[in-house]
């Protein structure tokens, strides 16, 4: 039997929570360095949310789920966009504040962050592929990253498909049944979590399931 394969998409407030706690210019030398700062911490991380985001990436750039199941990490050009947007977007003045960073570091941030972890874990890119899906309740813009989930799924319907948010609505909706159920959606804490109980041996039975109609 062929090991169990696990699909990752990261939403856009993940990789944002890594740029502004990591810090612009994004460099992979002090992303590394935080990760080896944090290595003894407990899930969730006392330092708050964001710190569990930079967790969930650092696990995911190993390329395993645990044992020999591969995990894989993808996006879309609608993730990109929207991360290389709100790093460059004032941080006030707005009704979204972004990162403030210059246009030359955004485009980096993407470049180097999104296109690291996806060449680590070798995962790829759906480009612009695909439509909004559990649209309502959800709006477009999440909409299109629920809707990278559902071609994933659709692309390989044995493997494990994850939507790693930090919208509360968004993980209200799948905690509801409210969204179709190709996908898990969870927080980065969890899925930091759900990987470290993995690789200890005791499967992904803590994480919330997809329990609405396909």
């Known amino acids: ?74 996006t879309n050009a609608h993730i990109d966009r929207m991360v290389r947007a709100k790093a460059s977007d004032p941080t006030e003045g707005v009704e979204l504040p972004g990162l403030g960073w210059s246009i030359e570091d955004s485009e980096e941030l993407v470049d180097l962050l999104i296109g690291g972890v996806i060449d680590a874990s070798s995962g790829g890119s759906l480009g612009s592929e695909g439509f909004p899906d559990g649209d309502p309740p959800l709006d ?10 559902r071609l994933l799924a659709g692309d390989d319907p044995l493997s ?40 200890k041996g005791f499967g992904i039975s803590s994480m919330p399931k997809p329990t609405a109609v396909s």
Request: proline letters at 6%; aromatic letters at 8%; glycine letters at 6%.
């Open 160 to 199: 494990n498909v994850y939507c790693v948010t930090w919208d509360m609505s968004f993980l209200q909706a799948h905690r509801d049944g409210r969204l179709p159920a190709h996908s898990r959606v969870v927080n980065a804490s969890q899925m930091a979590a759900a990987i470290r109980i993995a690789r």
């Open 140 to 149: 477009h813009e999440d909409g299109l990253v629920f809707g990278a989930c």
């Open 1 to 74: 039997m062929d090991p169990q394969r696990h699909v990752v998409v990261l939403d856009c407030n993940i990789y944002l929570d890594v740029a502004r706690v990591v810090g612009g210019p994004f460099t992979w030398a002090k992303f590394d360095a935080l990760v080896a700062q944090m290595a003894k911490e407990p899930v969730p991380s006392p330092r708050g949310p964001a710190f569990d985001s930079v967790r969930v990436v650092a696990l995911c750039m190993s390329g395993r789920f645990a044992g020999d199941e591969p995990l894989e990490v993808w």
